[in-house]
């Protein structure tokens, strides 16, 4: 048995060098992996313009009186219908 682990020994100590750090590295890249994808997803999320939309209603019930059911979605990005909320003031009533 002493032969045996003499025998293998100068193939364990490399391996047992490696494996840790292969380990470290599969850990590090998993998470640089997971960020990134999370990172996309907030980009995408970002690009829905429903808040900014003059037809939001900010009621769950209704959310969208123009398309109701692709509002808050990702369907919505690009809508033909949008409009900016930024509604001009009305114009002042001149007393006589």
């Known amino acids: 048995m002493q032969f045996l682990i003499h025998g293998v020994h100068w193939l364990l ?3 047992s060098f490696v494996i840790p ?3 470290l590295f ?10 990134r994808d999370i990172l996309d997803r907030s980009r995408q999320m970002h690009r ?9 209603t900010g009621d769950y019930h209704l959310k969208c009186t123009v398309h109701p ?6 369907q ?9 909320g930024k ?4 114009p002042q009533e001149t007393a006589y």
């Open 13 to 15: 100590v490399p391996i």
């Open 21 to 23: 750090w292969l380990i």
């Open 26 to 35: 599969l850990i590090g890249w998993s998470l640089w992996a997971a960020i």
């Open 48 to 56: 829905i313009p429903c808040a900014d939309c003059r037809f939001f």
């Open 69 to 74: 059911a692709s509002a808050l979605t990702e």
């Open 76 to 84: 919505a990005i690009g809508c033909p219908d949008f409009e900016s």
């Open 87 to 90: 509604r001009l003031p009305l």
